[in-house]
């Protein structure tokens, strides 16, 4: 298993995005009690990760420009999803989940880390979510989704029984995700590392418009 850059370079005090709490069952700079209370009728495995104590918080403080705070979101979850990966084998990893909350960031930050990151954890079966605030959005049944009190990225495995269902904008990672398993790659191996060349890979992976 790939352990490249789990913990290195991990934020501080200084830079774009200064670190306020690392990986805790429940942050204590923001509640997110009434929320994730809230989110459980949308999602079946979220009560059982909380109870369980395997709900993650890593809380960051947006300190910079949009595109340096952009790029250090992307290495956040790098880090996250490289944390998990190692967490695998563990007993109910379904339900293990890594939040990546951002204080003080919109989706204009998110959007971009996010896509990149799904397209490079996919084949290794770990999906990300992008929750920012002042969005609107809806579940897979059309219920509107109740706002964060802070925007984040959620990082968990790969539910190759019902993501599928969630991606059918994106045809090629809902291909991906029903056969996605971790064999131990480095999902850079081949690709440029360099933030600006990532985004650029990203890009060529929009869906195609008809």
Known sequence: MTTARTEDARPSSAGPLRLVEDRTAGPTTVDVTGYVRAMSAHCPYLAPSVEGGLTHWTVY?????????EEAVFEAGVRGAEWLRTQADRRRGALLCENIAVRGAGREVLAW???ALKNLYAPVGVMFGKFPVGEQMADHRGRVVPEPPLSFLVVRFVVRARDPLFLSRTPDLAETVAVAADDGRDVFAGLPRDWRNVKLWARERLPKRP
């Open 61 to 69: 403080e947006a300190a910079g420009d949009a595109p340096e705070v």
């Open 113 to 115: 880390p996010h896509w």
